[in-house]
């Protein structure tokens, strides 16, 4: 199932060139040019993503998404803030927003943020995300943040465990270290390639059964790494 976005945005050529880039990607769109269209629309069909810019003619976007909340809507939002404005983010990721981007931004990241919440809440195909995820003799409570081997408590660090998360949410697909860098630490610049291959040497050492050969969080070659839908068998 294609996945909708609405993109809450007054200004028309940005919301246009918003629209066509993401139905190019092949998202379904609908654009709300103000506060009021953009709850009847989400009351009226509600979308997979939000895209809510906070500077709007009539209801402001934050009392948006404060309604949405309090209404008991989970959709992703992606808030559009104006550059140095740091408390317009802090108020909106307290209001319930999942993500946001400061204007100007690329065409490309906002797509790739996207698509990151998409994957967060289930995907393309709208289905909720599983609580409990498993592999080998691995049990992980995505909402207790917890995980098991072999019945003991396995000790995580935070980043250990969304790291294995983006990993079983996306079993079976080779997932590049720049794609690991942005879901699990979110564009930090400080934060460079190498530590998620440190990171994955960690899930190694804690999961596999032999750290030095893994059968299940493997490496691919160039690129980055893939949690295998089962082990190789042995020949």
Not at 36 to 51: E, G, W
Not at 128 to 150: C, G, I, K, Q
């Amino acid at each position: 199932m294609t996945a909708r976005v609405l993109i809450v945005e007054d200004h028309e050529d940005l919301a246009f060139g918003l629209q066509r880039n993401l139905e190019f990607e092949g998202y379904e769109v609908d654009v709300a040019a103000s506060g009021s269209d953009a709850l009847t629309t989400v009351a009226r069909q509600p979308p997979d993503v939000i895209i809510l810019d906070l500077m709007l003619p009539d209801i402001d976007g934050l009392s948006v998404l404060r309604r949405l909340r309090s209404g008991g809507a989970t959709v992703p939002v992606l808030i559009l803030t104006a550059r140095g404005e740091e408390l317009d983010k802090v108020r909106g990721l307290r209001s319930g927003a999942d993500d946001y981007l400061t204007k100007p931004f690329g065409v490309l990241e906002l797509v790739a943020r996207v698509e990151a919440l998409l994957r967060r809440a289930g995907g393309r195909s709208g289905e909720a995300e599983a609580s409990v995820l498993t592999f080998a003799d691995v049990e992980v409570d995505v909402r207790a943040r917890s995980a098991v081997r072999s019945g003991r408590p396995v000790s995580l660090t935070p980043r250990e465990f969304d790291l294995l998360v983006a990993l079983l949410r996306q079993r079976g697909v080779a997932l590049s270290r720049r794609e690991l860098l942005r879901d699990v630490w979110g564009h930090r610049a400080e934060v460079s390639t190498r530590t998620v291959d440190t990171h994955v040497g960690e899930l190694r050492r804690k999961l596999e059964a032999d750290p030095a050969r893994p059968e299940w969080i493997v490496t691919v070659r160039k690129h980055g790494y893939r949690l295998e839908e089962a082990p190789p068998e042995e020949t």
